[in-house]
């Protein structure tokens, strides 16, 4: 199984910046897609950026340019850098990982979900 330990959510002023991270460990064979998703109050949870084993990346539309996904497959962490932050982009967002595991079986583990807060 795989444990996620996320970090960095909080309150930041809008146009500010955060990083956000999130850690897997445990006992699998490899970690194959990192994603984070956002869920704003009273709306569907909705992805906002991916990044594969191999480093490919997707965003969503709306935060596209201002947002960067990337990975450190030493330490199995994802980030997310998030610039220019909008007052919209208050959500609770959660860290997805998909994993192998020794089976042969392909699993996906959530994070407990951070808080982020863009406010004046």
């Known amino acids: 199984q795989v444990q996620l330990v996320e970090s960095g959510g909080g309150l930041v002023q809008p146009g500010g910046s955060l990083r956000l991270s999130c850690a897997a460990s445990g006992n699998y064979f490899s970690i194959n897609d990192m994603v984070w998703y956002r869920q704003a109050p009273g709306k569907e949870r909705e992805l906002v950026a991916g990044i594969t084993s191999g480093g490919r990346t997707n965003y969503a539309a709306s935060v596209k340019g201002r947002f960067t996904i990337s990975r450190d497959n030493a330490e199995n962490t994802v980030y997310l850098r998030m610039n220019s932050l909008k007052p919209e982009d208050t959500a609770v967002y959660f860290c997805?990982?998909?994993?192998?595991?020794?089976?042969?079986?392909?699993?996906?583990?959530w994070g407990q979900g951070m808080l982020v807060t863009v406010s004046s």
């Open positions: 997805n990982v998909g994993y192998d595991d020794y089976d042969g079986g392909y699993l996906e583990v």
